[in-house]
């Protein structure tokens, strides 16, 4: 089983930053906190990814609770293109344990 | 930078059959691990290779195997398929699989078993 938890779906106007939520209570010390999308049909992408601290990149912010239980993933100006589900996984993450894929969070961009 | 390359992108197999589907992995990247997705299961771990060994697996049945060149190239083969094989398989690359790093997949091969 998935060791997130994550809304099944949210919307968001375009332009506007958009919050993904997750629930991470079982995470370990040594596990880090990663985020991939899915478009339509295609292989996921890599997001971002934090162990303790907030991170920041190109694409999205990543916030991480103090006790690490629970995280959002921010995209700061969402557009149409951003419509996709988005994976929040605990794990080593490298791949060579393999990532283990909850059902996601289907974000949906609204013009 | 060459992404992942999966091939063939899409196939019709009929049960009983055996298929073979090939992963090209970042230039540079020696990890390569497997996923089958379903809409039924969604996005599942089959194994992972590294400098041509496998050093990890899924939970998935005999039938599910996998090798790695010594060029990094993989492959991965199901034997003897049922319809329940029916997905989308995809593959990641990483340079090392170390914890801490992240994978870039491919854009999968779609298996359709009739």
């Known amino acids: 089983d998935a060791k997130t938890t994550q809304p099944p779906s949210m919307d968001c106007a375009e332009g506007r930053a958009a919050n993904l939520p997750c629930n991470h209570s079982t995470i370990s010390g040594n596990e880090y906190v990663y985020w991939y999308r899915q478009i339509h049909s295609q292989g996921p992408q890599y997001i971002i990814h934090?162990?303790?601290n907030n991170e920041t990149n190109e694409m999205a912010s990543l916030i991480i609770t103090e006790d690490r239980k629970s995280s959002t993933l921010i995209l700061p100006h969402a557009t149409l293109r951003d419509t996709a589900v988005y994976y929040c996984i605990v794990g080593s993450g490298g791949g060579a344990d393999g990532l283990t894929f909850g059902k996601g969070t289907h974000l949906i961009i609204q013009p | 930078k060459a992404g992942v390359t999966q091939t063939p992108r899409y196939l019709i197999k009929t049960r009983g059959q055996q298929v073979t589907l090939s992963c090209s992995p970042i230039?540079?990247?020696?990890?390569v691990s497997w996923y089958q997705q379903t809409p039924g299961q969604g996005l599942q771990f089959l194994f992972e290779y590294f400098s041509e060994t496998q050093r990890n697996k899924g939970n998935f049945p005999g039938r599910f195997s996998g090798r790695q060149f010594s060029n990094s190239r993989s492959e991965m083969n199901v034997s003897t398929l049922e319809l329940g094989d029916s997905a989308l398989y995809l593959c990641?690359?990483?340079?090392?699989?170390?914890?801490?790093?992240?994978?870039?997949f491919g854009e999968g091969s779609r298996l359709t078993v009739l």
């Open positions: 230039s540079g990247h020696r990890s």
């Open positions: 990641a690359s990483s340079p090392s699989g170390r914890a801490g790093g992240e994978l870039f």
């Open positions: 934090g162990l303790k």
